[in-house]
């Protein structure tokens, strides 16, 4: 879905670097979210925000901040990375929408490699 | 929070025969349980989702059920193709108190040709 653009598509950093991971979106999606995959562990939720100036931690979010810079941006900063953080990220977008929760959709992910 | 748990990690079938994979929830206010496939490399992507007020839903080859009083939701492939071959992840969430998406740790399913 060329819809959700991340950016970069892979990076490989050193640890103590700062760290910025991109995400845009085409869709006019309100909600955008980050997500990181571990072998064995799922999608874990670092961030999410409902609009522009709602801004949410999710269950991991330590060691991380966020940016939403407008409706359509929505980026993921590792301020002092260490080498646990050595993952694939996720961006991910949905729709308002009414009642219960709508689909998310996922941009092509972000592997970071710290060393 | 919400904890969705899932099951099982891996799992191989022969092509042609059914595929099965559960998951539980643990918050009974939960009312959206989507499932995503992830082919290797891929992002996930959504492939069928069910609200609470349905008990079961169905597309194609792919069908998924609800049990709200055990708190357990289930995706059914049958007819199973290679190209099914993949990782799902099963998720929940709710619409009050502005949750997002828990999922669950993702099954490894391999089709065998």
């Known amino acids: 879905d060329a819809d959700v653009t991340q950016t970069p598509r892979n990076r490989i950093t050193k640890t103590g670097k700062r760290i910025m991971l991109e995400c845009s979106q085409t869709k006019g999606h309100d909600r955008m979210y980050w997500y990181r995959q571990d072998p064995g562990l799922g999608l874990r939720l670092i961030y999410y925000?409902?609009?522009?100036?709602?801004?949410n931690k999710g269950e991991i979010s330590d060691g991380y901040s966020v940016s939403r810079q407008a409706q359509a941006k929505f980026s993921l900063s590792l301020e002092s990375a260490i080498p646990n953080q050595t993952a694939l990220y996720f961006c991910?977008?949905?729709?308002?929408?009414?009642?219960?929760?709508?689909?998310?959709?996922f941009g092509d992910g972000t592997r970071l490699s710290i060393l | 929070g919400e904890n969705v748990e899932q099951h099982p990690s891996t799992l191989s079938v022969q092509e042609g025969d059914s595929a099965v994979i559960k998951c539980t929830y643990s918050?009974?206010?939960?009312?959206?349980f989507p499932w995503y496939k992830q082919e290797l490399g891929k992002r996930p992507q959504l492939i069928i989702d069910?609200?609470?007020?349905?008990g079961e839903k169905k597309d194609q080859r792919i069908a998924v059920t609800l049990n709200k009083t055990a708190k357990h939701f289930s995706l059914h492939i049958t007819e199973t193709q290679p190209e099914d071959s993949a990782v799902y992840f099963c998720a929940a969430s709710r619409d009050t108190g502005r949750r997002a998406l828990t999922f669950g740790s993702g099954t490894r399913l391999q089709v065998q040709p």
């Open positions: 991910a977008t949905s729709d308002r929408g009414t009642g219960p929760d709508q689909p998310q959709h």
């Open positions: 925000s409902f609009d522009v100036k709602d801004i």
């Open positions: 069910i609200r609470s007020n349905v």
């Open positions: 918050d009974s206010a939960s009312n959206y």
